[in-house]
């Protein structure tokens, strides 16, 4: 089950990185994000360590996807990135797309974990009062 949320996880983060206003997009992400399984230390890693190597030039292009990434393509890529050896010169490189991916959407990753706690914390609220 797991892995299939992570897929999941994958393809709701990929959307900080289209090139247009995603502020619409934020309840959705926290959405899926809270109804998860994993920490937000687990999702904030996949983003900056599985998501963003893959999503992050699509920013840096002139005429970048806003529409929305292709979901099987998405999972491929990852798991492609994720399961390859890498090369002595491109582990150096790895970690910049996630410091790179800080400086471009990390203000939007904040609030997304502002609320995402906040779904967390009322449906722990709910349960309790039940």
């Known amino acids: 089950m797991r892995s299939n949320d992570?897929?999941?996880?994958?393809c709701t983060l990929s959307d900080l990185f289209l090139d247009t206003d995603i502020s619409v997009s934020l309840e959705r992400i926290s959405d899926v994000c809270a109804k998860s399984d994993f920490s937000i230390?687990?999702?904030?890693?996949m983003l900056y360590s599985e998501v963003a190597p893959v999503c992050?030039?699509?920013?840096?292009t002139v005429l970048g996807e806003w529409t929305g990434f292709g979901e099987e393509q998405l999972v491929e890529k990852i798991t492609?990135?994720?399961?390859?050896?890498?090369?002595?010169?491109k582990r150096?490189?790895?970690?910049?797309?996630?410091?790179i991916a800080r400086l471009y959407i990390g203000k939007d990753w904040l609030k997304v974990v502002k609320l995402i706690e906040e779904k967390r914390s009322?449906?722990?609220?709910?349960?309790?009062?039940t």
């Open 122 to 129: 009322s449906s722990t609220d709910s349960l309790a009062k």
């Open 6 to 10: 992570k897929r999941e996880i994958w």
């Open 56 to 60: 992050m030039p699509n920013l840096l």
């Open 41 to 45: 230390d687990e999702i904030t890693d």
């Open 80 to 89: 492609n990135y994720s399961n390859t050896q890498q090369s002595a010169m």
């Open 92 to 99: 150096l490189f790895k970690p910049k797309w996630g410091l």
